[in-house]
């Protein structure tokens, strides 16, 4: 894998949003409701700053990465809601959330791709020499995610690595996590139930950031390729994934549901 900065190239500003530099006395993120969904807004010059601040708070604290989709699902599903509610983050992925936002706000939100701001957290988490626990993907995955975690990240403490293909040893690697006290539980695709799982054993973990993220180990290991930045910024990674799934391309329809609902709350709901 690439040192980080050639993976970071070709644009200053992973969230492909600009930002200001704040004082030094602003918060380092600010927590708004989107139709009734928690949405941080973190520049990305203080998200090493938000980070440091969730570990010092020594309790468990979950990351959302929050799509579109994620969004309309945590108004109606009352487990994923709470999930996303209670989570310590919550970064907006999606280019229809920025534009949300700043249609109900006047707020200018900022987006990361995923990739980017995994880079950008497993980064802050290196500069401090702090731990990462990798559970997730197959064996042969996960072996390559590890190698190329410690090519690029050599001060970051990998403490310990579990495929996602378990049922029978969930409560042994439960307690692995919690005698390894990752400052960061990165899972990946292939642990059933995905974020819920997190959310199902939040208790059981120990006291470090949890974040899921489905396809990373897959990018990682250099199995798949993420979107160019410029699909990104214009907001068409999705087609993407519609071609891999042509049945995801009826997700225009709650695009457009989503759409009705801004108009709704910003003539309506005050």
Avoid at 70 to 82: F, I, M, N, P, V
Avoid at 180 to 203: D, H
Wanted: aromatic letters at 10%; proline letters at 4%.
């Amino acid at each position: 894998m690439a040192a980080k900065a050639a993976l970071m190239a070709g644009n200053g500003d992973p969230s492909g949003v600009e930002t200001e530099t704040p004082a030094e006395n602003t918060p380092s993120r600010e927590r708004i409701k989107l139709l009734k969904v928690p949405i941080d807004i973190v520049p990305e010059d203080r998200l090493a700053d938000a980070v440091y601040e969730l570990l010092a708070a020594g309790q468990g604290k979950n990351i959302v990465l929050l799509s579109l989709w994620d969004l309309l699902r945590a108004r109606r599903s009352g487990e994923y809601r709470t999930f996303v509610l209670n989570a310590a983050l919550v970064i907006p992925i999606s280019k229809s959330l920025i534009s949300g936002v700043r249609f109900l706000t006047g707020k200018k939100a900022v987006r990361y791709m995923p990739f980017d701001f995994a880079i950008n957290l497993l980064t802050t988490l290196e500069d401090r020499g702090f731990s990462v626990y990798l559970l997730g993907g197959k064996r042969r995955v996960l072996q390559k995610t590890e190698k190329n975690i410690r090519q690029t990240f050599p001060r970051l403490h990998i403490v310990g690595r579990f495929i996602g293909a378990f049922k029978r040893q969930e409560a042994t690697i439960l307690e692995a996590i919690r005698k390894a006290s990752p400052s960061l539980l990165l899972v990946g695709k292939g642990v059933r139930g995905g974020e819920q799982w997190i959310a199902k054993n939040n208790t059981q973990l120990n006291h470090g950031l949890r974040l899921w993220c489905s396809d990373l180990f897959d990018v990682f290991a250099e199995r798949k390729k993420r979107p160019s930045r410029r699909t990104f910024e214009n907001g068409l990674e999705w087609l993407g994934y519609c071609f891999q799934n042509p049945f995801k391309f009826f997700r225009i329809f709650p695009y457009l549901y989503y759409k009705i609902l801004l108009v709704i709350n910003k003539l309506f709901v005050k």
